[in-house]
């Protein structure tokens, strides 16, 4: 599974933006989908996660409430919508690939580059 996530920019705080994520091939609704994030000089994080059919989704705690996870399988898409953003959300965001959503929380199997998201305050 090939991976290209966009949607990345500049936003004052409080603004919003959505992250789209496209792949490639057929077998789209056979993983679970999700987003992570690294911001300088910290680890990667998880941020969300939603299950093949999109019924189940997971948030981490600073962004649950404000952020969205949702996917559409006959576009092969998952989308981060991104509300209430703050400073600091601001950090490389990627899409990931694997084999439940819950998986995802710790583990993903295939990669998308990252796509830039800063907050200005």
């Known amino acids: 599974v090939q991976l290209q996530a966009s949607g990345g920019g500049l936003v004052q705080a409080g603004g919003s933006l959505r992250l789209s994520c496209t792949a490639s091939g057929r077998t789209f609704s056979s993983y679970g989908m999700g987003w992570f994030r690294r911001a300088p000089g910290k680890e990667r994080e998880f941020v969300a996660a939603?299950?093949?059919?999109?019924?189940?989704?997971y948030y981490a705690d600073n962004v649950k409430g404000r952020f969205t996870i949702s996917r559409d399988n006959a576009k092969n898409t998952v989308y981060l919508q991104m509300n209430s953003l703050k400073p600091e959300d601001a950090a490389v965001y990627y899409c990931?690939?694997?084999?439940?959503?819950?998986?995802?929380?710790?583990?993903?199997?295939?990669w998308g580059q990252g796509t830039q998201v800063t907050v200005s305050s």
């Open positions: 939603i299950s093949r059919g999109g019924v189940n989704t």
């Open positions: 990931a690939a694997g084999s439940t959503a819950l998986a995802l929380r710790t583990r993903a199997d295939y």
